[in-house]
């Protein structure tokens, strides 16, 4: 979800120069606009409040810039958010953990998908024999889906050996069998 910041002055100067007498006023007068921008300021903070609540998707955008870095912005976004979800549809059909972060997952159907380790890390369970309760964080960056059941991790152990993951990768060494 996007929105759009917008001088309404600049709109209200262009429209106020008029050369015709109008009998009611068009769509593109100032009353209209400034009834129109009335009623958008008065309903776009619930809508936008949810938007944040729910699905962490809202995204703020200068409306004051060229058309072509506001396209740019959005299909940039767009991009990012399309490469996610094939990646999550691509490591689910091989069977392996895929990342949620930015699905627009709800917490509630979190909550339903719990595995056996609930909202404990299974990782620093596994490898520190802690257990370290995720419940705390809301947001699903360091979720995983795994077989249909969500995976809670540990944010600073993700990281850590995600970048242990990434060395291995680099020197070329593989899983022994």
């Known amino acids: ?3 759009s910041n917008f001088d309404f002055s600049y709109s209200k100067r262009i429209n106020s120069i008029s050369f015709f007498s109008r009998p009611f006023p068009l769509p ?5 606009l400034s009834y129109k921008y009335a009623i958008y300021q008065h309903e776009i903070s619930p809508v936008r409040q949810w938007y944040t ?19 740019d912005k959005v299909s940039q976004e767009t991009l990012n958010v399309t490469k996610k979800i094939q990646n999550y549809l691509e ?3 091989l069977n392996k953990a895929a990342s949620i972060a930015d699905l627009c997952i709800l917490p509630q159907e979190l909550l339903l998908r719990l595995g056996e380790y609930e909202q404990y890390c299974p990782v620093s369970l596994t ?19 795994y077989r249909g059941k969500s995976i809670f991790l540990n944010a600073l152990l993700a990281l850590r050996w995600l970048n242990v993951f990434r060395t291995i ?7 022994r069998t």
């Not at 593109?28 to 209209?32: G, N, R, T, W």
């Not at 490898?127 to 889906?145: G, K, N």
């Not at 990768?169 to 899983?175: A, C, D, F, I, R």
């Open 1 to 3: 979800m996007t929105q």
């Open 28 to 32: 593109d007068s100032p009353e209209a």
């Open 53 to 71: 609540d729910e699905h962490k998707n809202w995204m703020n955008i200068n409306g004051k810039n060229n058309k072509w870095i506001i396209w």
């Open 91 to 93: 490591r689910k059909s």
């Open 127 to 145: 490898l520190r024999d802690e257990l370290v309760d995720c419940s705390a964080d809301t947001r699903t960056d360091y979720v995983a889906e």
């Open 169 to 175: 990768l680099s020197y070329g060494w593989t899983k």
